[in-house]
């Protein structure tokens, strides 16, 4: 109860973040939502050694998250008062504009939902669930790569927004450009990284009563990295409103990973899952840099120049 209590919250964030996104304060928005977060780690680990119990801990993270959003509504009313919040401005014509849009964005997660307790249920059907105690903590060692690359595009985002509606196209190519090259080599180097250390990290997580799947865990990263890619580079549909074909394309591929994961599972083990995921993956990075490219003029052929050349910009 406290942790769906918690859940209504944090989805409050959305909708406060906007005002300061639209008021030019969206660096200040989340970085209020980032120390929220931070505050509540912090905390979490300071029971967690405590040895408090999920009551405690859910409890915790209730109370965390109701006073930070207070705190974000608060510096709300005091920097943005000409925003209030209310129905008073509220009209249909532009309901029925937004509501394709605000629909198709709910593809997004269900289709996140499909890929990660979608893929986990199907390797505790097929595989039972010890499979499922090797996987889990394998791909949750491989998530930091998409962290670090989704903190790059939610920090082009606005900017993106911002360019494309002015038809700034030399700076929307920046940005996308710059986005999608960090991105990579980020996702690259952590990929490494984890490649090298991921076995003993897993070792100690685990205190050594889990043995990793040494080659599912590197298609796993192989799986971040293609995702980190395309991640950045959808931040360009997002900024220009126009992500509808590419909600459908995410929830097909996420959905089409199950179907191949069903017999790839069954005759390569916990490197099927990860090779289902691998494929959804290629036809998600194929598509969106192409639809991105598309929405701001690029040619393929210079954009891919770029993810090397720190100088081709134009």
Not at 39 to 48: C, H, T
Not at 198 to 220: E, H, K, N, Q, S
Not at 224 to 239: D, P
């Amino acid at each position: 109860l406290f942790l769906c209590l918690n859940c209504l919250v944090i989805l409050q964030w959305g909708v406060i973040t906007a005002a300061y996104r639209c008021a030019g304060k969206y660096a200040l928005g989340m970085l209020s939502v980032n120390v929220i977060r931070i505050l509540e780690g912090i905390s979490f680990l300071v029971l967690l050694v405590w040895h408090a119990g999920p009551m405690q801990l859910s409890m915790l993270m209730l109370g965390i998250s109701v006073m930070g959003t207070s705190c974000m509504l608060f510096m709300k009313m005091r920097l943005i008062p000409w925003l209030p919040f209310g129905l008073r401005h509220a009209k249909w014509l532009r309901i029925r504009e937004l509501w394709k849009p605000a629909i198709a964005f709910m593809a997004f997660p269900t289709g996140s939902a499909i890929s990660l307790q979608g893929m986990t249920m199907l390797v505790g059907l097929i595989l039972g669930p010890l499979a499922v105690a090797v996987f889990n903590p394998m791909r949750t060692l491989s998530r930091p790569v998409f962290q670090l690359t989704d903190a790059v595009k939610n920090s082009v985002w606005q900017e993106l927004s911002v360019a494309y509606g002015q038809q700034n196209w030399d700076l929307a190519r920046k940005l996308h450009r710059s986005a999608s090259q960090v991105s990579l080599w980020l996702a690259l180097f952590a990929s490494v990284a984890l490649a090298i250390s991921g076995p003993r990290i897993f070792a100690l997580w685990t205190r050594g009563r889990i043995v990793m799947d040494v080659p599912a865990f590197y298609i796993l990263l192989v799986v971040v990295l293609l995702n980190s890619i395309w991640n950045a580079s959808s931040a360009v549909s997002l900024a220009a409103n126009k992500h509808q074909s590419l909600a459908i394309v995410y929830l097909a591929c996420t959905s089409a990973s199950l179907l191949l994961g069903y017999p790839m599972i069954r005759h390569f083990g916990l490197g099927g899952a990860g090779g289902a995921l691998l494929l959804s993956e290629i036809g998600m990075s194929i598509y969106v840099i192409r639809v991105s490219n598309r929405l701001l003029s690029d040619r393929w052929s210079a954009f891919a120049a770029s993810m090397i050349d720190t100088t081709a910009r134009k």
